[in-house]
């Protein structure tokens, strides 16, 4: 069986088809172009302390920086901005700005057992293998144990813990020094709705705000209770 993927492949493996199936349709249904980014009222900033208060590290060749968590909050909560690198992310998304600052914030309900249970699984470990494939180890802290696939599962658990997942939520718990490499592979974002603009398939934060609703379409939402 062969049908498009998720993270802009030409096709699925055979591992990922069900996964695939599942987030095409919830995705890309009528009236869902842009499940992550569609005009809203800016929800409440995060509350909860982060894992890391610097969780968005970036680098580009030799240059390396840091966006701080508050930088994050602040332009998620009122669109201004304190941080010269945040503004050129943000600058360079594809997006308006009020539609990632919803999008950041915005809850996805979920069970974190059914998490659990998708990234455990092989279409879970090929969507994980795939989602940090822009990252890199930051330094040589864990010597050359390669924590971005056990980093992103366990910040994403401990945002499902509470029952929703937040693009901003995951980003803040990752628990290990982690490093976007601008310059290598570009991250490739979780959904295959056609981009307007081409910086909304490749750029950092379309990757993120669309990551929660991916893991929401895979997993489940959990029943009414």
Not at 14 to 21: K, N, S
Not at 77 to 106: C, E, N
Not at 120 to 139: H, I, K, N, V
Not at 194 to 203: A, G, I, V
Request: hydrophobic content about 45%; aromatic content about 6%.
């Amino acid at each position: 069986m062969k049908i498009r993927s998720l993270w802009g492949l030409r096709r699925c493996s055979a591992a990922l088809v069900p996964f695939c199936a599942v987030v095409m349709g919830a995705l890309a249904g009528p009236g869902a172009a842009q499940p992550a980014l569609a005009p809203a009222a800016v929800p409440s900033p995060v509350t909860t302390p982060p894992a890391n208060p610097q969780p968005l590290r970036l680098s580009a060749g030799a240059e390396l920086w840091t966006i701080p968590d508050a930088a994050l909050q602040q332009f998620a909560t009122d669109g201004t901005f304190s941080d010269q690198h945040l503004l050129r992310l943000v600058a360079s998304s594809g997006w308006p700005d009020a539609a990632l600052r919803a999008a950041l914030l915005k809850p996805y309900a979920v069970d974190v057992v059914t998490v659990a249970r998708f990234l455990d699984s092989p279409a879970g470990q090929a969507f994980l293998q795939q989602q940090t494939r822009a990252y890199r180890p930051f330094g040589s802290t864990h010597g050359h144990r390669d924590l971005r696939v056990p980093a992103l599962r366990a910040a994403i658990l401990a945002e499902a813990r509470g029952g929703s997942l937040t693009a901003l939520g995951i980003l803040r718990r990752l628990p290990a020094p982690l490093v976007l490499d601008l310059a290598g592979p570009s991250p490739q974002r979780c959904s295959s709705i056609p981009c307007d603009n081409p910086q909304q398939c490749s750029s950092v934060l379309s990757w993120l705000v669309f990551l929660p609703a991916c893991l929401q379409a895979a997993a489940g939402s959990p029943a009414p209770s």
